[in-house]
């Protein structure tokens, strides 16, 4: 008779698996890497994108203010939310509580200015941050409305928002229209005398209300 040959079966080891699920483990951890980075890249460019928003917005801003000390034709009257007492403002309208954007400080103020005193210091200058004793008042909804235009609320302090004196249009895509301050002070010239100056400052806002810009440009009509 002739015999059956039955070949043993041979022992399971598994490699191909375990080698499927290091490749796995490996593109997972690949995907990984890669989204992230992506995020990041998509973080990063959004951010920037912010600060030209808001650089562009405080510039804006700078145009506007220098038009309402400049006492310029309105761009469109019939936007403008107030009016000032005259076409320029005088030095006679410059408080320090920066009444409708327009700021005086003392000389001895400016040389005793610290920054890292705390926020209810004396010692500070009107264009700093609110939370160092600056005055630009963040209440927003205690001065003129832009959007839409209002014509409340005149008689306020701390930033003037963009287009309250000239009838600007109001900035699209800004999460807070721009605002600007203007100091005046009185400083030395070259022959000696001291002569007037405006220091305007502005601060633009991107798509978050975090997102800040300031500018500052100084100002000497006898120069």
């Known amino acids: 008779m002739a015999r059956l040959l039955v070949r043993p079966r041979q022992q399971q ?69 107030c009016t000032r007492p005259q076409a320029m403002p005088m030095p006679s309208d410059f408080t320090p509580t920066c009444s409708n954007g327009l700021c005086v400080a003392t000389e001895k103020s400016y040389a005793e200015s610290a920054w890292t005193e ?12 609110q939370n160092r004793g600056g005055l630009w008042n963040n209440i927003f909804d205690s001065k003129p409305s832009r959007t839409p235009v209002g014509t409340s609320n005149c008689n306020f302090t701390g930033g003037v928002p963009l287009g309250t004196y000239t009838g600007a249009p109001p900035i699209r895509g800004v999460r807070i229209q721009p605002e600007y301050l203007v100091e005046y002070f009185r400083r030395r010239a070259s022959g000696g005398q001291e002569v007037d100056a405006y220091r305007i400052t502005t601060r633009g806002f991107g798509y978050s209300p975090r997102t800040q810009i300031v500018l500052q440009s100084v100002y000497s009509p006898e120069q």
């Open 13 to 81: 080891r598994g490699v191909a698996l375990v080698v499927v699920l290091l490749f796995l483990v490996a593109l997972t951890g690949i995907a990984v890497v890669a989204a992230r980075k992506a995020l990041v890249s998509e973080g990063t460019g959004r951010n920037q994108l912010d600060m030209a928003v808001a650089r562009e917005a405080a510039e804006s801003a700078m145009r506007d203010a220098e038009r309402d000390l400049y006492g310029a034709a309105a761009i469109n009257p019939a936007a403008i939310s």
């Open 118 to 129: 705390t926020p209810t210091t004396t010692k500070s200058e009107p264009w700093w941050p």
